[in-house]
């Protein structure tokens, strides 16, 4: 994408261009077909899913269940980069003349759970139903990993570091083990099968936390009350089931670094001396984050099936949220693992089933809506958190501030382009007359007000269509992909979105894209057209024809005499069709893939694949 369009792939004779030939363009200009070609990235997989599992019965209503499981992983990665590539023949830090690295890991999860349960009704038509439940479960993940990398190849004949020559200066092997620990029961009532309460319990221990820490007890309690059910609404033959329900309870979070309690060290040199130097700076208050969930929801079904549905209602708030907390880099450390803050999350769920058609043509629809709202509660400092990229002109790219949800957007507001001058006009917050870092606010955020999606199936005689559309409204994302690509004109060796052709050029131009100025020398910050401001945010909204299949299934006299069983042909697409307003190649990305502090970024972000598929399945 970054490339300029007008440099050729293949020279005259149809070769390849490389660093060492004289076109070759360089940064940010690297042969995209030779990078695509050339090297050689191979991935060598091993997986093995086992497990046993045995269950005792002591009596009718007493019983023991006990499954162990292993996850066993094992990757092995070989690259090779020759001279002809940009990595293997252009990056002066390793020399030119190829690269190689060849790594290999297994991991290896271990899972051992024991249940007891036992189930006991009394009274006329087991009025009372009770059922309880005791069990516990051991979690073990091990890792080993080890890689090497070589460079300085005599010659692009020799692609493996063994027996080639080639110069062995890196690498690292690296072992790790976490556990968690859990006990966990629970008690169900039922009366008349009307009115159901339940309580449960977990007392979870996590190897991630320091001594003292390590364990978290999260209780819950859920009550549901079978309307339906009642005399008074037997006059309502409409319905045939309707359900109110509510839950109260806690759930615990430890899906941090291993070992982030404690002081870490590693190898380092220092004026050609090898030694040890602290790599993670240790928090042994480090503790489990913790989340209160009130739950409130109704679920129905009328007229025998052909519509139902169930609403729920929510409102949970997240404590002792587990995030990097950051340190001035004048310590040596960039910030350490805490507990930071607090945050809520309100919102509600709907989601509806008809059977709109029912006779030889078929015809079903199901739709689910959500809504969401994300607020940071509190900070365990006064001072926002930044998160993301580096920006031009103030601190990073987003911001964790109390009042604000996650994926809040920073920078500066920009309000417009000067008709006079060309120059961008942003937001004097202070006052003072001079745009500077303390400028900055709050520009937007990466929380859509709505999501949802509707699926149609059709089905006739032997043939069944289905269609699945999902759809995000009112997130905001930002194509950081256009600092590059819609630049201020100092950087000539970058290619230009056609946005750049509404650049504004002679006095009296109305445009929202300032003045290219082309001054390689001037720093970047240095540019007002170039600043990291709203310029850059876009709506996110859009609608996706996400799956459409279609399938035929074989009439079974037709099989009779093959001796099959049955025959389906089947046709699909994902990914078919979106609808948006976004400028970049796909609304649905996020560069930092699970980040949530720094959602909804778009920086060269490789888009989800269309892909289309035709089988075909014969059963036996």
Known sequence: IRSLPFFSPYDEQGKLYGPNSAGYAGFPNFNPVGQALLPRFQTFA????????????????LRFRTKASVDFNGVTEDQFEPSSTAIGGFLPSLGGRGYGVYSNGTYITLVNTNILT???????????????????????RTERTASVSGRLFPRDDFTYISGSGALVDEGGSFFIQNGLISFFGEVKYKFKDKYLFGATTRYDGSSRFGPGRRFGFFPSLSAGWRISAEPFMEKYTFFDDLRLKASYG???NERIGDFQFLTQFGGAQYNGNSGLAPTVLGNSALQWERTREINVGVETSLWSGRLSGTLDVYTNLTTDLLNTFPLPTTTGFGGFQGNIGSVSNRGIEFALNSVNIDRVFKWRTSLNLSRNVNRVESLSDTLPLFRGYDATG????????????????????????????GDAIYEDLDGNGTITEDDAQVIGNAQPKLLGGITNTFAWKNFDLSLFF????????????NTALLNAGQDIQTNQTRAALRRWRRPGDITDVPRYQFNP??????????LHSSRFLEDGSFIRLKNISLGYNVPKEWLARFRVQSVRILASATNLLTLTRYSGPDPEVSTLDGSTSAQGID???FPQVRTMMVGLTVGF
């Open 603 to 605: 920086f060269f972000t």
């Open 250 to 252: 806690f759930t615990g």
């Open 46 to 61: 091993t997986k093995i899913i086992g497990g046993l599992s045995a269950e005792y019965a002591f009596t009718r209503r």
């Open 470 to 481: 999902q759809f995000s409204y009112g997130n905001k994302i930002l194509n950081f992909s």
């Open 118 to 140: 036992y189930s006991y009704a009394i009274g006329e038509n087991e009025t009372h139903a009770f059922d309880f439940l005791l069990g516990n479960e051991l979690l073990q």
């Open 394 to 421: 103030i601190t990073t790219t987003n911001v964790i501030q109390v009042g604000q949800p996650l994926g809040t957007f920073w920078g500066l507001n920009f309000l417009g382009v000067d008709p006079a001058t």
């Open 521 to 530: 020398d001037r720093a970047e910050d240095d540019n007002p057209n170039n």
